[in-house]
């Protein structure tokens, strides 16, 4: 994972009214969780974007004080309306303790079926590891080269050196599937035959010019 370095500012008073004096001040109530006792800090919120705002996964570089902490996001909360960010919860990790945290999905190459009229889609974008912060990357890169239509990536496909994959192994992680557009032109040009043998599009127009004869 990449890093992020954040700075915070210890705080002892807790509350609405303490919360609400704080956001006027564009500062952002925010909890430490995972050491021995919960830390109460606030950071300033221009110093969020850039953590927030991105589908990058960061190992956070914290201090609050004269301390130094290594975090990751536990839980954002934001205004329901103008998306600030209310409250900030991170959970402390260390060198030795694995924990588990969710990385976003890149799917590298083109697929085989999307020369065939087929439609590739990413359908889980991130997926939850588990390991030590040493070894966790900063996304999981996925070959859907082979890919043909109709074909589908499962969680059982993804190796990944040590670190372990969270979600259940059936989940789909990307599919490649068979446009409408593709599948109507491909109809009408074979000419498709119902279940009960009469013949559509195009086969029933020449049927039908033969019995005129």
Not at 1 to 7: D, P
Not at 26 to 38: C, D, F, I, R
Not at 90 to 110: C, H, M, N, Q, R
Not at 195 to 204: H, N
């Amino acid at each position: 994972m990449e890093s992020f370095e954040l700075k915070g500012s210890p705080r002892t008073e807790t509350g609405k009214k303490f919360a609400k004096q704080l956001r006027k001040e564009n500062a952002v109530p925010a909890v430490l969780y995972g050491g021995k006792e919960n830390i109460l800090f606030a950071v300033q919120e221009i110093d969020l974007r850039n953590l927030i705002f991105t589908p990058n996964v960061y190992l956070i570089h914290l201090t609050i004080g004269k301390k130094k902490y290594k975090a990751i996001i536990k839980e954002i909360q934001f205004h329901p309306v103008s998306d600030r960010v209310l409250h900030l919860d991170l959970l402390e990790v260390t060198d030795d303790k694995k924990f588990t945290i969710a990385i976003p999905v890149k799917l590298v190459g083109s697929a085989l079926g999307t020369k065939q009229g087929g439609k590739l889609a990413l359908v889980t974008r991130k997926l939850r590891v588990h390991g030590f912060a040493k070894n966790i990357p900063g996304l999981i890169e996925i070959d859907v080269t082979s890919m043909d239509i109709g074909m589908s990536k499962f969680v059982s496909d993804i190796n990944l050196d040590n670190i372990e994959l969270v979600d259940p192994k059936s989940t789909v992680v990307a599919s490649v599937k068979l446009t409408r557009a593709a599948r109507g032109a491909q109809d009408e040009g074979e000419g498709v035959t119902t279940a009960e043998g009469t013949p559509t599009s195009e086969g029933a127009k020449e049927q039908e010019k033969e019995e005129q004869k």
